[in-house]
């Protein structure tokens, strides 16, 4: 079965770390200039093991469903040991523009905290940053994963940049769930935060928060690939969809899995084959319907064929394909004159054996495989 990657990347992996310390319960350091720049780039050797301390002990959530979708959450890192942690883009916050930031989070991202209700209950020391700019969420991927917020500044070296810490923000050996508002110096590629993540298991991870023009976050891989961290923001999108009976995004036998599913990579639906009823799509990789390369910007062609019951398939659309953020694009056409463009979005399985599509967000676009009145349906992998 294919090895299906999680997400995509930017390789902004700078690795500075942290001083080995327990803070009080806060989380929060406010330390002199000199003492916080040395400490932020510490080396956090990952050998946490082998630290004969007990975590700091912190504040308990307020309510029982703030605990179980936090817990809800680190369950579903644990499907790869790559995974130092949890993000999500939240919006562009402005201080004082709905009061506080809970009252800004009910209004921009209810069906997110509808279904994560921790987001609602961390704690004011625990948002960072200044009072305007992107926030993003960070949820260490359990609680003995040590967590660090640095403030940066960008230095030229070379042809390009690098940041430098130059004040700690957070920093927690055991750590919890934070939010933090991410400004920029100059570019949009230079933002003025620096999180670093270590895992029990010695999984370090550096991101400088970055996002696409889609909010979708730009997450560092491993060597081999793997995404580091995890986009929790997906979740928000499929609350309240109309689930085909027996879809359990939490994890069912139908369709099998152990956690929430999550978007595929362009690389993850590559040369696979899914059906749908009396349809089957092929995504191939990095040719072109048309005979030669896929069109700039597109990872490879896709065909669509159908057939009637007892009858062989026949080729019905042929087009483009290529993954944006969470969304599968498609341009398909019949042929003669009829085209079919749109951004979908996907989820795929933990198993990858199931494809959840839903109709274009903006347009209400569907592909032709959607019986009348869908917005939403389930591909099952034939190949791949």
């Given amino acids: 079965m294919k090895k299906v990657n999680l997400h995509r990347f930017l390789p902004v992996l700078l690795c500075m770390a942290l001083a080995l310390s327990l803070a009080a319960c806060g989380g929060q350091d406010k330390q002199p200039a000199d003492d916080q720049t040395d400490q932020a780039t510490s080396t956090l050797s990952g050998n946490k093991g082998e630290l004969d301390v007990e975590p700091t002990p912190t ?39 709905f009061g506080t930031v809970t009252d800004w989070l009910q209004a921009n991202c209810p069906a997110l905290v509808e279904e994560l209700p921790f987001l609602l209950e961390i704690p004011p020391e625990r948002i960072l940053g200044g009072g305007v700019g992107e926030l993003y969420c960070t949820v260490p991927r359990d609680e003995n994963t040590s967590l660090a917020v640095n403030h940066v500044t960008w230095e030229s070296v070379g042809d390009g940049s690098q940041p430098v810490a130059d004040e700690i923000l957070y920093r927690e050996e055991f750590a919890q769930p934070v939010l933090v508002v991410v400004d920029y110096e100059e570019w949009y590629e230079e933002p003025d935060t620096q999180i670093v993540l270590v895992t029990n298991d010695g999984v370090e991870v550096t991101w400088c928060p970055l996002s696409d023009f889609d909010g979708v976050p730009i997450i560092p891989t ?5 995404p580091m961290l995890m986009d929790f923001a997906i979740w928000g999108y499929t609350t309240g969809l109309d689930y085909p009976d027996g879809w359990d995004p939490s994890g069912s036998e139908d369709p099998p899995g ?24 092929d995504l191939n990789w990095g040719d072109s319907s048309w005979g030669g390369s896929a069109s700039p910007g597109y990872s490879g062609s896709v065909e669509l064929y159908y057939h009637e019951d007892g009858q062989a398939y026949e080729l019905t659309y042929v087009g483009d394909w290529y993954m944006e953020g969470d969304c599968l694009r498609l341009e398909l056409f019949d042929g003669a004159s009829y085209c079919i463009e749109g951004n979908f979005p996907v989820l795929i399985s933990p198993s990858g054996e199931y494809l959840h599509m839903e109709q274009d967000r903006e347009t209400g676009e569907c592909p032709p495989f959607f019986g009348e009145g869908d917005t939403c349906v389930d591909l099952a992998l034939v190949y791949g």
């Fill in 258 to 281: 152990d956690c929430w599913p999550l978007p595929p990579t362009d690389l993850g639906l590559a040369d696979t084959s899914w059906s749908c009823g009396n349809w089957m799509m």
């Fill in 59 to 97: 504040p308990e959530l307020e309510t029982e469903e703030g605990t179980q979708s936090l817990a809800m959450l680190r369950d579903s890192m644990t499907n790869s040991d790559q995974i130092a942690g949890a993000v999500a883009y939240l919006g562009y916050w402005e201080q004082g523009e």
């Fill in 222 to 226: 491993s060597e081999d690939g793997v």
